[in-house]
């Protein structure tokens, strides 16, 4: 049961009648404008939904899992992606008493 | 940058939907993803990444105000995993832009 998207694209189709052409160019644009927020440095902030942000992390020492050979990871940017209230609650409501 | 500002910015680069039809097609995509999501599934984006849900045990945890102590059930937390195509740009921009506060 996985999201892709095109599910997107056919339910912007189904339920706002957005033919298939303006579906599918807006669901790559609402990625696309994500990405280019982060990479200008903008944290993205989706209210009920979550948080996407910077983080810059310092190079550490790591080792290769295969090998375990010890290597250096290098310093980075990396994207995390916080939930927010409601979609943690949302989550817990409906999953959370799955055992 | 927020929900709105996406709204405006798709509003200027594009032409064939009105304002109205570019915010309820936003709304219904997020609600779409949180849907999936508490529904127990996953999200798959080429290039973006994907959202899968992980598990929390049952803990015993502590009210922060009165140190008492309370039972917490096990959970399923949203997990975000950037894609190649994100974690690249992200990375890159490093070299060229500070972070935002």
Known sequence: ?99 | MTKSEIVEILSKKQNNLNHQDLEASVKMLLNLMSSRLSDGGRIEVRGFGSFSLHYRKARRGRNPKTGEQVALRSKYVPHFKPGKELRERANESRAKVTIQS
């Open chain 1, 1 to 99: 049961m996985t999201l892709t998207k095109a599910d997107m694209v056919e339910h912007l189709y189904d339920k706002i009648g957005l033919n298939k052409r303006e579906a599918k160019d807006l669901v790559e644009m609402f990625f696309e404008e994500i990405k280019i927020s982060l990479e200008s440095g903008k944290n993205v902030k989706l209210s009920g939904f979550g948080n996407f942000v910077l983080r810059d992390k310092n190079a550490r020492p790591g080792r290769n899992p295969k090998t375990g050979e010890e290597v250096q990871v290098s310093e980075r940017r990396v994207v995390t992606f916080r939930p927010g209230q409601k979609l943690k609650g949302r989550v817990e409501e409906n999953i959370g008493s799955v055992e």
